[in-house]
């Protein structure tokens, strides 16, 4: 496999110049996927400097540290960038906040080409869709353990399905018959469950309830919120954090705490003076999302849902 082959980084120039890395000493990736971003931001980083790359699958750490091992700079994490703050290896480094931060969110093209893995609707697989093969959740014990009740919210929530309920019963139906075991098999039920004319346009009708149990299955969206939150804490003043969402929730989520950092305080809007005392801790780079170019769109349609946004530390 080629380096590119296993993911093509999204705005990557973009990243790069937000995040400024000639300026830092110290970065975290934390989704470092096939080492892409991570790559830009290692060439780029002053001698002496480091740089932490996340993330919770195996396989990526084991592409990513190949590709990058010859910058003496980078460490690789085989972890969750939920438990940032524990799980990097700062004291060791001496190091006592980092000045960059950039979380790609959701899946790798790596994760959902290779057909062992049980992303892809059109690979015939056993229903894995974990990130973390170490994790004890999998799709098979979603699909065949959940009520039918919480699978109709979670293809509704995660999926925005509009034909949620008719999957999740078609689902329900077809397990009492024998356990649902492979990828192509969901897939067909989800098709029959969708009215045809339904079926006929738009992507493939398994694509959005895929979608909903890959993010339940990998908790993607459940602490998201705290998660970047307690990034945000471990930036220098200064420092900057890239986050590229994928799904119109995940945004929700980052532009949410993002207009919180911003603006932590809690007072009435009748109070004629702030008495919560809670100040500014971030101000906000994007004030509207980035989203990929029509050059990056062409040769990466993957981009085409990408939203960046960004914020700097500020000095306090
Ligand atoms: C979109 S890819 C990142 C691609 C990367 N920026 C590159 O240039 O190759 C997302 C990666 O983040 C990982 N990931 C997703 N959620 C994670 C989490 N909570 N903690 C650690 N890694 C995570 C996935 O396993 C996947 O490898």
């Not at 001496?94 to 790596?110: F, K, T």
């Not at 290779?114 to 015939?124: A, H, K, L, V």
């Amino acid at each position: 496999m080629t380096e590119s082959s296993y993911h093509t980084p999204i705005m990557l120039s973009q990243v790069l110049e937000l995040l400024s890395p000639e300026r830092c000493m110290a970065t975290v990736d934390g989704t470092l996927g096939g080492g892409g971003h991570s790559e830009g931001i290692l060439e780029r980083l002053p001698a002496g400097a480091h740089h932490f790359g996340i993330d919770r699958d195996l396989d990526a750490i084991n592409a990513a540290s190949e590709r990058l091992s010859k910058y003496e700079g980078f460490h690789p994490i085989h972890g969750n960038f939920f438990d940032m703050k524990d799980i990097l290896p700062l004291e060791e480094y001496g190091i006592q906040a980092v000045d960059g931060i950039l979380l790609d969110l959701g899946v790798s093209s790596h994760q959902l080409d290779d057909g062992s893995r049980g992303f892809s609707y059109g690979q015939e697989a056993p229903l894995d869709m974990r990130m973390d093969r170490t994790a004890p959740l999998s799709a098979r014990d979603v699909v065949n353990g959940y009520d039918a009740r919480k699978l109709f919210e979670i293809i509704r929530d995660y999926g925005e399905e509009r034909f949620a309920y008719r999957i999740a019963n078609a689902i329900a139906e077809a397990r009492e018959k024998a356990p649902i075991e492979t990828t192509t098999e969901l897939a067909e039920i989800i098709k029959a469950a969708i009215p045809a004319p339904a079926r006929r346009e738009g992507p493939h009708p398994a694509r959005r309830t895929f979608q909903a149990l890959r993010i339940e299955v990998n908790s993607e969206l459940a602490g998201l919120a705290e998660a970047v939150k307690n990034a945000a804490m471990l930036l220098s003043p200064g420092g900057v954090m890239c986050v590229i969402t994928f799904h119109s929730l995940e945004d929700r989520i980052v532009k949410n705490v993002f207009r919180e950092l911003k603006d932590p305080c809690t007072c009435p809007p009748s109070a004629p003076i702030c008495i919560c005392g809670k100040k500014p801790i971030a101000e906000i780079l994007t004030p509207k999302p980035i989203t990929a170019d029509e050059d990056e769109l062409l040769s990466n349609p993957r981009a085409r849902s990408a939203k960046l946004r960004a914020i700097r530390r500020i000095h306090i």
